[in-house]
């Protein structure tokens, strides 16, 4: 009796592989299938004539085998197999693939995506703003890494800063007072926070836990609430701090393919943009603002056509889009600041600042921690352990139902704290043993419904 591979699926005329697989085929998660291979595939399980088998050629053996050599996927952590250098297992990443020396294929390609800091531009100094009170701006959570940039622009590099804080209702007791610490902390930045109505919002997040079965936004609607503020404060730069494993986990997703981590230096293309921009009668871009038209339009219109037929489309920004859109006005403003910014040329630039590169080479979330609790009146999470997306209440919702969705074969989005713990394990960021904990303790990896996700329901089910 055959049958499919543990982790392939057959989808409408192709099989899509739901994991991550060994170099060369990495990101190879889609086969083409033959007329004659689709009948045999659409009848299995199912004993195979030579004939058949014959057909199925290097599918047989590989993404088609004997009930006997189907792999088994874990149901728990205890069950899982981990990757020797990270903490990658087949069961927060059902599907991953190890090499004869037992290494994940993250790790297998540490020097191949050592380049891959940004999709943005990486920008760690700035010039001070002639025709703007402020230097740069940032979104600030009361996160972990969003505080260590607020402290590394405006206490290291010395800016005057526009603080932005979209105060979502599951904002984290810690996050909360965290955010007060800083009011205290920093002299020379102005805080301004927003907040959504609870019709519009619950609104959205109807509509985004029926696509996602979660109520992440961030930072979608934040974009959509502040770009308006940047354009009207005349903000050169506006800054992004993400963890640098998150950088690198998009590659891993599938989501950035690997020439949009060295766009920016792709002269050809960007003078190709140029010219199309002064043709029209608009100023040309400078560094970073082409990112954040992009950014801004996809937050309005979607991802575009090419993107999407690329494969390459957010499925996180794509759900946030659509839920957006039930409230219609809410993105009248965006649209405005950006036809008037993209006119006018004043538009801000998206860069990010790379924290390992301002943090002595690498980014050590204890010591870091450390840093932001004392210059910055940081307050650490009730779990002083965690270390991932410190700022909200409900982060595990999200990473209960990526990790459920992508187990249950119904999304080929691989969760991605389980993509950016494993990441920070093998770029030094985090220990092992600091990992593992986290893992156990303060993840949302169960294939059984957690309880923050009735905090999650209770607020936009009221």
């Not at 940047?230 to 690997?258: D, H, K, S, W």
């Not at 986290?438 to 059984?448: A, D, H, I």
Request: charged fraction near 25%.
């Amino acid at each position: 009796m055959y049958e499919l591979q543990s982790r392939w699926n057959y989808e409408n005329g192709i099989l899509r592989y739901y994991g991550l697989r060994l170099p060369p085929n990495m990101l190879k998660n889609k086969i083409k299938l033959s007329a004659s291979q689709r009948k045999i595939i659409e009848k299995l399980p199912a004993e195979l004539s030579e004939e058949e088998k014959k057909s199925l050629g290097g599918l047989l053996g590989a993404q088609i085998v004997s009930k006997e050599e189907k792999n088994a996927v874990p149901r728990s952590l205890s069950e899982a197999t981990f990757c020797k250098g990270c903490v990658a297992n087949d069961y927060i990443i059902p599907g991953i693939e190890f090499s004869k020396d037992g290494l994940c294929p993250m790790c297998l390609t540490k020097k191949e995506t050592a380049h891959m800091k940004s999709v943005i531009p990486v920008m760690n100094t700035f010039p001070r703003a002639k025709r703007s009170r402020f230097d740069v701006a940032l979104f600030y959570t009361g996160g972990k890494d969003s505080t260590y940039l607020l402290y590394y622009l405006s206490k290291v590099q010395k800016l005057r800063v526009l603080d932005l804080t979209w105060e979502i209702p599951y904002m984290s007791e810690s996050a909360g007072k965290s955010i007060e610490g800083a009011k205290k902390a920093f002299d020379t930045v102005e805080f301004i926070s927003r907040r959504v109505s609870n019709d519009d919002l619950r609104t959205v997040y109807r509509r985004l836990y029926e696509l996602s079965e979660n109520t992440c936004a961030c930072p979608s609607l934040a974009y959509v609430l502040f770009y308006p503020e940047l354009c009207e404060n005349r903000i050169p730069y506006f800054v992004a701090g993400n963890e640098p494993a998150q950088m690198t986990g998009l590659y891993y997703n599938a989501m950035a393919p690997a020439f949009v981590y060295t766009f920016e230096k792709n002269k050809w293309l960007n003078g190709l943009i140029n010219v199309g921009r002064v043709l029209t009668f608009r100023p040309p871009l400078k560094r970073g603002q082409y990112h954040t038209l992009s950014v801004m339009k996809q937050l309005i219109c979607g991802a575009g056509t090419v993107q999407r037929k690329a494969g390459y489309e957010n499925p996180l920004v794509a759900n946030a889009v659509k839920a957006i859109r039930e409230v219609p006005y809410m993105t009248a403003p965006l649209k405005r600041a950006l036809r008037r910014s993209s006119l006018s040329g004043n538009i801000p630039a998206f860069v990010q600042v790379d924290l390992n590169d301002v943090s002595s080479g690498t980014y050590d979330w204890r010591r870091i921690k450390d840093t932001i609790v004392r210059e910055c009146g940081w307050v650490m999470p009730e779990n002083d352990g965690k270390g991932l997306h410190t700022s909200c209440s409900i982060e595990k919702c999200k990473e209960h139902s990526q990790f459920k969705r992508f187990y249950n074969m119904e999304s080929s989005m691989i969760p991605f704290s389980a993509l950016e713990i494993s990441l920070a394990v093998r770029d030094g960021n985090i220990s092992r043993e600091d990992a593992l904990r986290e893992m156990r303790e303060s993840l949302g990896f169960s294939l059984c419904e957690i309880p923050e996700c009735s905090v999650m329901k209770e607020y936009f089910l009221e």
